[in-house]
């Protein structure tokens, strides 16, 4: 058997312990589907995919060959906006994949930890209905960053809190609703500086209130709920650690390296420096699914470097 061509990282595991069992040693010295080039990690996001297995080192490894590699990071749904509002109910959380990754940076110095995320409403979808007022726009950003801050309840190795921008016309950052779970638009536009006061309300109740660092999914590009249609090209951020998912692929046939995969690099957004580009959703978000769930690719040399 060619100990170099093994088909999945769990045959590595059964090959150590054979070698183990007949007074042999060796150091393993392939990687399996380790994600590049150096600092960076494979992992996962809310509800799936977690770790298939782990090695005989106890480092637990991310699923579907040929990925492989050891699982290094997780991102949870803390909460939402509209499950805290009681519109809606569940939220993508998967202790399975917290508990893995937290592992695996804790015990192994491997990855980068957990960390979560917050399903951002707009202004739009200000409890009272929305009304255009900046400091009610940014009192909105606040509230919702409090309650994001009292829903962690566990260590986050990954200490980041990121802003979920998407959907924006449901959510509030195009449309203006007349309550927080209304069905009824009052308002078919929403200015980008109304929307930057609740993203900015959101902000600085973290930065200035808690432990965490800030980040913020969203989308480079021209698409309709990427960074620009809702805040403007002018709105930019330097401060603020950026997960973004465009060019993702449903494709599982090969894996990133660095922010591209076949060919085909991400695109980031509102002019952010390259230390504040730190997470890429490259496969199974936006409707790109691939029957596991969503991967990521994150650059762990960027962890805490953009403030």
Known sequence: MNLFALPHPAAAERIDVLLSRAGLRIERIVSWGQA??????????????????????????????????????????????DVWQGC???????QTGYNDAEGNFANHNVG????????????????????SSATRATDWGTSQAQRAISDVGQTLGFG????????????????????????TVVAGSIPATIDRD???????????????FIGVYDAGGGGPNAWDAVFGSGQTLGNTSEWTYVN??????SFPSGFCVGGTCTIWFASAPSGCQ???QWSGGNGQLNGFGDFDQIDGNRKFTCA
């Not at 996001?45 to 997780?74: E, F, R, T």
């Not at 109910?89 to 998967?94: E, I, K, T």
């Open 278 to 280: 730190m997470l890429w």
């Open 198 to 212: 609740t993203f900015n309300g959101f902000w600085n109740q973290v930065w200035n209130h808690s432990s965490f």
């Open 36 to 81: 590049s080039p150096a600092g960076f990690w494979y992992g996962s996001d809310s509800n799936a995919p977690v770790p298939c297995c782990h090695d005989s080192g106890g480092v637990w490894l991310m699923p579907h060959s040929p990925v492989g590699g050891s699982y290094g990071g997780y991102v949870g749904e803390l909460g939402a906006y």
């Open 248 to 253: 993702e692929t449903s494709s599982l046939s």
């Open 160 to 183: 980041y809190i990121f802003m979920d921008i998407e959907a924006v016309d449901a959510h509030g950052w195009n449309n203006g609703f007349a309550g927080v779970c209304s069905g």
């Open 88 to 94: 809606t109910s569940g939220v993508n959380w998967n």
């Open 112 to 131: 980068v930890g957990a960390g979560g995320y917050w399903m951002m409403g707009g202004p739009g979808r200000e409890p009272g209905g929305y009304t």
